[in-house]
């Protein structure tokens, strides 16, 4: 299976892969009493830069494992989310998200950034979007509507795709578009 069918659903996986190897690392590490996150990511890191070695490719191994490092990143953003970003406050996550976003911006106009660090960055100020908009938005989350989608994200993601092509082919066969409501 290579994802050809389901486009949408191509991290599938790649999140398959990734969480296999990493628990097969973190846990090999353990065993030998390794217990570093810096040694993690840069194993991770070096799987990552050599998947693109592999003489096969069994069920999209290559490409799940070609984004190994990232989720090593993640898993030690987590771990440092729960730790120290939990504490900070509206003010600090505000600022923060304002400076990313600037940069992210200006380095999409200017260019000072290489690419792994425009990544990073852009990722920086999504989280920190997202941060900002849990506080301003927090009553949202005692709304009904705010639950029964909640309750339906999976729901929602596996189906969107191919609703798309429904409501297309609805649209494409009809005058709809051509109107000024279409």
């Known amino acids: 299976y290579n994802g050809s069918d389901s486009d949408h659903l191509w991290f599938l996986t790649s999140l398959f892969w990734c969480m296999l190897c990493f628990v097969i690392i973190k846990k090999t590490a353990e065993r030998f009493r390794v217990n570093s996150e810096l040694f993690l990511i840069l194993v991770c890191a070096a799987i990552q830069v050599c998947a693109e070695l592999l003489p096969y490719d069994v069920l999209a191994l ?16 987590e771990k440092v989310r729960k730790e ?9 996550k505000t600022v923060l ?21 425009n990544v990073v960055c852009g990722c920086l100020f999504a989280y920190f979007t997202a941060e900002v908009c849990c506080i301003v938005f927090k009553k949202l989350h005692n709304t009904v509507c705010y639950k029964v989608i909640m309750r339906n994200l999976f729901p ?27």
């Open 84 to 92: 120290k970003l939990a504490g900070w406050t509206w003010k600090k």
């Open 62 to 77: 290559k490409r799940g494992i070609a984004y190994l490092g990232w989720f090593a990143l993640g898993y030690y953003f």
């Open 156 to 182: 929602i993601y596996l189906f969107h795709n191919p609703l798309q092509f429904v409501i297309l082919k609805v649209f494409f066969s009809t005058t709809l578009l051509a109107t000024a409501w279409g």
């Open 97 to 117: 998200c304002l400076i990313t976003g600037t940069l992210f911006v200006l380095n999409i106009k200017v260019g000072i950034f290489e690419d792994i660090m």
